[in-house]
């Protein structure tokens, strides 16, 4: 499976944005990341439907959205009309969270379940046939640049074998204080994907350091 990186978008300049965008279309980089987030869920404000369709109308590579909100199921569709083209939804947010994949998948998008640091993956053990994704969060979701949670290689590697057990094709994402320097680790783990905010976004070159990342899975 090819591994690939998706810069997230709540590490950009906004007052660049749209140079940013083109960036991110004319990098190594495979996905956009978007983190949604409501200030409840999680204690933080980021950005909506309105940026997310914004951001669509210029970009070239699939929109990979994250909502960190409180009732996600109420608003999949309104997701998928912005521009989504894969929709992850927590755990821990989710009551009915088979029926939510099955409407996600329904909708024409990728369905992707979140679990935070102190949810074990075995809670996916009966829901990981419905997901195209599993994002394994390796800081606490709310506020970019935190400090990567070392414990993510054993979740990544407990959740391959349980992906492997069950025969099924889902890809696993990290995301939260990825860097050049456990890049490379997180993919011989069994990541397929890492988000990667500041490491991009902070950089001196932007570009060159996602063809670094790149380079290293």
């Known amino acids: ?14 007052l660049r944005l749209g140079e940013d965008i083109e960036m991110i279309n004319n990098s190594d980089a495979d996905w956009f990341h978007l983190d949604v987030m409501d200030g409840v869920f999680v204690p933080n404000i980021s950005f909506g439907l309105p940026v997310i ?8 590579k699939p929109l990979d959205v994250h909502l960190m909100i409180v009732e ?30 099955q409407a996600i998948r329904q909708a024409g998008m990728k369905a992707g379940v979140v679990l935070n640091p102190h949810s074990p993956v075995a809670l996916l053990s009966d829901i990981l046939e419905f997901a195209d994704l599993v994002l394994i ?11 990567f949670i070392a414990n993510t290689f054993r979740k990544v590697k407990e959740l391959k074998q349980m992906i492997y057990e069950q025969g099924l094709n889902v890809q696993i994402e990290v995301d939260g204080g990825i860097n050049r320097y456990n ?10 994907v890492l988000v990667a905010g500041n490491a991009v976004f902070k950089a001196h070159d932007p570009m060159e350091e996602i063809r670094v990342l790149k380079s290293l899975l």
């Open 1 to 14: 499976m090819e591994h690939l990186i998706a810069p997230s978008m709540l590490s950009a300049d906004f």
């Open 53 to 60: 369709k914004a951001i669509s109308s210029l970009a070239v």
């Open 72 to 101: 996600p199921e109420k608003y999949i569709t309104a997701f998928r009309d912005a521009g989504a083209d894969i929709l992850s939804i927590h755990y821990e947010a989710s009551v009915h969270l088979h029926r939510s994949l």
């Open 137 to 147: 969060m390796s800081v606490n979701p709310g506020f970019g640049g935190q400090e």
């Open 183 to 192: 890049a490379a680790d997180l993919v011989e783990a069994g990541a397929d």
